[in-house]
């Protein structure tokens, strides 16, 4: 697959099944990962790699990071937290390092995470593998960043669940460019 087909093919996939993407599949990924542009080249970025009983473990901390913060959950939810990990056989944790620097605002150090997980998950999409990029309040949640390990000048850019598509991609309408490229004239 070019590099253009790659970018305009990859969709996002909500359910992924086995085959995880093997060891040379991921290893490429991360390779590519690590290419992302970088200001000063400070390397902001490290990725936690989670299957198996890992997952299981991670539903677990949603649980309790959840009900941390209420008390009040239901069976239903607790289940569905609990499973949320298992939505993918694979999940690499992105972690952003806020490494001050003074000539790099801290916002550059998330953009150059976006642009190596997009790497990441581009590089999966071309090997035949498919992603998909979550956050929500879980990924800041106090139990959860401890329990991945997180040091006070790190956070979770992203959890990147991948595998192979469950379903068949949905179509992609492309945008109309018109709508969000202009030239400026001065
Ligand atoms: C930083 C970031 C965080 C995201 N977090 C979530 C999320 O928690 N839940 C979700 O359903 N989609 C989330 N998304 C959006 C999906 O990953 C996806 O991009 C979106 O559904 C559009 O689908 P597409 O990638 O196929 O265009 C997030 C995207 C980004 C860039």
């Given at each position: 697959m070019d590099t253009l087909d790659a970018i305009l093919t990859r969709v996002s996939q909500g359910k992924l099944v086995e085959p995880a993407p093997d060891a040379a599949a991921?290893?490429?990924?991360?390779?590519?990962?690590?290419?992302?542009?970088?200001?000063?080249?400070?390397?902001?970025w490290r990725y936690l790699v989670l299957r198996g009983d890992a997952l299981r473990q991670l539903g677990e901390v949603f649980v309790d990071a959840s009900?941390?913060?209420?008390?009040?959950?239901?069976?239903?939810d607790v289940e569905r937290l609990r499973k949320m990990p298992l939505r993918a056989p694979l999940i690499v944790v992105?972690?952003?390092?806020?490494?001050?620097?003074?000539?790099?605002?801290?916002?550059?150090?998330?953009?150059?995470?976006?642009?190596?997980?997009?790497?990441?998950?581009?590089?999966?999409?071309?090997?035949?593998?498919?992603?998909?990029?979550?956050?929500?309040?879980l990924a800041k949640a106090p139990l959860v960043r401890a329990a991945l390990g997180l040091s006070g000048e790190e956070s979770i850019s992203g959890f990147i669940y991948a595998g192979t598509a469950a379903a068949?991609?949905?179509?992609?309408?492309?945008?109309?460019?018109?709508?969000?490229?202009?030239?400026?004239?001065?």
């Open positions: 991921l290893a490429a990924a991360f390779a590519c990962a690590l290419r992302a542009p970088d200001h000063r080249v400070l390397r902001p009900r941390a913060a209420n008390p009040d959950l239901d069976a239903n992105a972690v952003t390092v806020h490494k001050p620097d003074p000539k790099v605002p801290d916002e550059e150090l998330l953009l150059s995470t976006g642009a190596a997980v997009q790497n990441f998950m581009l590089a999966l999409h071309a090997q035949g593998f498919a992603t998909m990029w979550r956050t929500g309040l068949e991609p949905r179509r992609i309408v492309p945008l109309p460019i018109g709508e969000y490229v202009s030239e400026w004239q001065g």
